[in-house]
């Protein structure tokens, strides 16, 4: 705030001038007493051309985020700022910037894909193991450096076992381990399941009832969109898909957290053994 004294009364033209900012001129009257103007400079502005890849990457600028997508043109305040660009499965990027006024800057960013490695088991191992339709060893079986952001097609085989086949995406977890039980060729019912013959007597069925709820079976998850995995409330720390998660052979509730909001819960019931398929649609 500014006071000015004994200035004559009358026509005056008043400047006020800022480094950065728009020069401020109006001529104004004064009367004898005291007045109070209120002067609101504006920023000449730098213009920020920005072209980011893959277009679709979050980006804020000073914390702010920027609406739309990739390619943006803005005007910004002169001076120093923050640009951060982040996108799900690339490594975040962060870029400082000092413009000037009226400077016209032009940028690009390219993220960088993260890597992640994958550990492949199952029962019984030897299975062998196809990546994108290439094989790549037998289980158990690492594989390094995979790409984390897109999307692979596991496939295992084995003689006298049913084939396999499941879709890979990265969670988050650089080391993502998966075990699959391969289910036998034929076993037990018309669907190839290894189901065990039903006891007749009633003492019977219940040993086998008891039996079937202790000990671990394996949950078979994915969800569309892809979210964080909760079993009874439980965060698990695990996003879909997730190939053979153990849990406590019984009843369970399982919820997603869908990554654009909002979740949906299920119940199912797992025998001992068991593999059950959950998948979990918005």
């Not at 199952?122 to 984390?148: C, F, I, M, W, Y």
């Not at 069925?205 to 000990?215: D, I, L, N, Q």
Request: glycine share 8%.
């Amino acid at each position: 705030m500014y006071l000015l004294k004994n200035l004559d009364t009358g026509k005056h033209e008043l400047e006020v001038k800022a480094k950065n900012y728009k020069t401020f001129s109006q001529v104004v009257e004064l009367v004898p007493g005291q007045q109070v103007l209120d002067v609101s400079l504006s920023f000449v502005p730098a213009t920020l051309k920005l072209e980011v890849s893959p277009p679709e990457a979050r980006v804020s600028l000073d914390g702010s985020p920027l609406e739309g997508q990739s390619p943006y043109k803005i005007a910004v305040p002169p001076g120093k700022h923050q640009l951060v660009a982040e996108l799900r499965g690339f490594v975040k990027q962060s870029l400082s910037l000092e413009l000037a006024p009226q400077q016209v800057a032009e940028e690009k960013v390219v993220l960088q894909p993260q890597r992640f490695e994958l550990k492949i088991d199952s029962r019984p191992q030897g299975a062998t193991v196809l990546l994108d339709g290439k094989r790549r060893g037998v289980t158990p079986l690492r594989l390094e450096n995979l790409d984390a952001s897109r999307k692979y097609k596991i496939t295992l085989r084995k003689k006298g076992y049913l084939k396999f086949s499941s879709t890979i995406v990265y969670d988050g977890n650089p080391l993502k381990k998966i075990e699959i039980p391969l289910e036998p060729e034929g076993a037990g019912t018309k669907s190839g399941k290894n189901v065990a013959p039903f006891p007749k007597s009633k003492g019977a069925r219940k040993r086998a009832k008891k039996t079937a709820r202790s000990g671990t079976g394996y949950l078979r998850i994915n969800s569309k969109p892809w979210g964080r995995i909760f079993i009874d409330g439980k965060d698990t720390g695990a996003d879909t898909p997730q190939l053979s998660m153990p849990v406590a052979a019984g009843k369970h509730t399982v919820t997603i957290r869908f990554s654009n909001g909002g979740e949906k819960s299920v119940k199912i019931d797992v025998g001992k053994g068991e593999t059950k398929k959950v998948i979990v649609v918005r």
